[in-house]
Protein backbone atom coordinates (compact mmCIF):
# COMPACT_ATOMS: atom_id res chain seq x y z
CA UNK A 1 0.00 0.00 0.00
CA UNK A 2 2.72 2.00 -1.03
CA UNK A 3 1.57 5.82 -1.14
CA UNK A 4 -2.12 5.10 -0.55
CA UNK A 5 -3.08 6.75 3.19
CA UNK A 6 -5.14 4.64 5.26
CA UNK A 7 -8.51 7.40 5.27
CA UNK A 8 -8.11 7.36 1.30
CA UNK A 9 -8.76 2.93 1.71
CA UNK A 10 -11.85 3.92 4.13
CA UNK A 11 -13.16 6.63 1.88
CA UNK A 12 -13.54 3.57 -0.78
CA UNK A 13 -15.16 1.04 1.18
CA UNK A 14 -17.60 4.15 2.51
CA UNK A 15 -18.58 5.37 -0.37
CA UNK A 16 -19.12 1.49 -2.12
CA UNK A 17 -21.17 0.91 0.58
CA UNK A 18 -23.12 3.97 0.48
CA UNK A 19 -23.42 3.12 -3.97
CA UNK A 20 -24.50 0.13 -2.89
CA UNK A 21 -27.38 1.08 -0.39
CA UNK A 22 -28.40 3.25 -2.91
CA UNK A 23 -29.25 1.11 -5.52
CA UNK A 24 -30.58 -1.68 -2.99
CA UNK A 25 -33.57 1.20 -1.80
CA UNK A 26 -34.03 2.08 -5.71
CA UNK A 27 -34.56 -1.55 -6.41
CA UNK A 28 -37.08 -1.60 -3.31
CA UNK A 29 -38.68 1.45 -4.46
CA UNK A 30 -39.21 0.23 -7.98
CA UNK A 31 -40.11 -3.22 -6.87
CA UNK A 32 -43.21 -1.77 -4.60
CA UNK A 33 -44.33 0.68 -6.96
CA UNK A 34 -45.16 -1.80 -10.37
CA UNK A 35 -48.55 -3.44 -10.13
CA UNK A 36 -46.39 -7.03 -10.17
CA UNK A 37 -43.14 -8.57 -9.10
CA UNK A 38 -40.52 -7.81 -10.93
CA UNK A 39 -38.68 -11.06 -9.38
CA UNK A 40 -40.98 -13.36 -10.38
CA UNK A 41 -40.88 -11.64 -13.50
CA UNK A 42 -37.40 -12.15 -14.06
CA UNK A 43 -36.96 -15.11 -12.56
CA UNK A 44 -39.65 -17.10 -13.10
CA UNK A 45 -41.43 -16.40 -16.63
CA UNK A 46 -37.91 -15.51 -17.95
CA UNK A 47 -39.03 -12.13 -19.42
CA UNK A 48 -35.79 -10.58 -20.97
CA UNK A 49 -37.15 -7.16 -21.69
CA UNK A 50 -37.60 -6.31 -18.25
CA UNK A 51 -34.45 -7.82 -17.31
CA UNK A 52 -32.89 -5.45 -19.50
CA UNK A 53 -34.94 -2.61 -18.48
CA UNK A 54 -33.66 -3.27 -15.14
CA UNK A 55 -30.22 -3.50 -16.39
CA UNK A 56 -30.06 0.10 -17.92
CA UNK A 57 -31.97 1.83 -15.06
CA UNK A 58 -29.21 0.30 -12.42
CA UNK A 59 -26.35 1.48 -15.46
CA UNK A 60 -27.91 5.25 -15.28
CA UNK A 61 -28.66 5.16 -11.39
CA UNK A 62 -25.03 4.46 -10.65
CA UNK A 63 -23.66 6.91 -13.22
CA UNK A 64 -25.76 9.52 -11.16
CA UNK A 65 -24.96 8.04 -7.84
CA UNK A 66 -20.77 8.01 -8.75
CA UNK A 67 -21.41 11.18 -10.25
CA UNK A 68 -22.83 12.31 -6.88
CA UNK A 69 -20.53 11.08 -4.83
CA UNK A 70 -17.70 12.44 -6.58
CA UNK A 71 -18.73 15.96 -6.79
Known amino acids: MAGIQ????????????????????????????TPFS???EIEEDHNIAIAVMMAALFLSLSIIIAAVILS
Open 6 to 33: LAEVFGTIFYTFLGFGLLVICWLVIERI
Open 38 to 40: LRR
